[in-house]
């Protein structure tokens, strides 16, 4: 299937897309993180069309194809605010009502925020590397995460995008294409995604996801956290499940492609299901 490709400015800043499948079948956002890019979810496409779904996919403000008019790409990037690029995005396709989010990595915590600040436009959400974060965390945690900016900071832009390489995935492949992919990214980015990611969390004692939520994470991923918070997330959030993705890292949609689109049909099919009319 053929995706149309677009663009939304926002305030000075382009935001590309591209749409494909039925505009009155149920639409699954696929939300990158921001190391990487759309084509990050190219193995998930065939089989969420062929399942009868449109699909939406974005680069975030960090992505290979969005950038500033003004060719800086010096931008603010947040959870809070690629959350609200998100909505500005679909708000604009007619057609467009409930959501189902997918998001990795960064993109986990987008996903995060948009069900946080809309939840009535959300159906459900799959979290892919990710971890909580509305989740009270302890005192380390939080000195962990700060220590994070500061250590892009010093690194060297080659050294920190090889790191990001080698923790994106068990195969080569996916090793390879997250370098070439990162590559993008000079060391004021680098350090710029390492300070969003750091300051995405925000606590909220009393807070729970309403919505169905799938927790992905894979086998070998040593990065996200997700393999720590997950126990307590699935306690906390009432329809909340967790699916460790085999032979597979922090990247396990790519990395292990078929048993990760077994997993988030599966979930969908009992989540999101396609109505009888479509």
């Not at 986990?108 to 948009?114: H, I, L, T, W």
Request: with cysteine; aromatic share 8%; hydrophobic share 45%.
């Amino acid at each position: 299937m053929q995706e149309g490709a677009g663009v939304v400015d926002r305030s000075g800043y382009s935001i590309h897309y591209w749409r494909a499948g039925p505009q009155r079948a149920p639409m699954v956002v696929l939300t990158p993180g921001a190391f990487s890019d759309h084509r990050m979810f190219a193995s998930q496409m065939d089989v969420l069309w062929s399942a009868g779904y449109q699909t939406l996919r974005w680069d975030v403000r960090d992505g290979s194809r969005s950038r500033d008019r003004g060719g800086s790409g010096k931008v603010s990037l947040t959870a809070r605010g690629s959350a609200a690029d998100l909505f500005a995005l679909v708000d604009g396709l007619s057609g467009v009502r409930q959501l189902c989010l997918v998001g990795h990595a960064f993109g986990g915590y987008v996903v995060q925020e948009a069900v946080f600040q809309r939840p009535e436009r959300v159906a459900a959400l799959i979290v892919v590397g990710a971890d909580c974060l509305t989740l009270p965390r302890m005192p380390w945690e939080s000195w962990v995460s700060r220590l994070a900016p500061v250590r892009s900071a010093l690194r060297s832009a080659g050294r920190t995008r090889n790191l990001i390489a080698r923790a994106a995935g068990i195969a080569p492949v996916v090793q390879t294409a997250t370098y070439e992919a990162v590559e993008r990214l000079d060391k004021h980015a680098l350090t710029m995604v390492a300070r969003a990611m750091a300051g995405a969390a925000h606590p909220e004692p009393v807070y729970r996801i309403e919505q169905p939520l799938l927790l992905v994470r894979g086998q070998y991923d040593r990065t996200s956290g997700l393999a720590r918070s997950a126990p307590r997330w699935v306690a906390r959030d009432p329809l909340c499940g967790y699916q460790v993705v085999r032979q597979a890292g922090l990247f396990a949609n790519q990395d292990n492609p078929k048993a990760f689109n077994q997993i988030m049909l599966g979930f969908l099919a009992a989540r999101f299901p396609l109505p009888r009319s479509v």
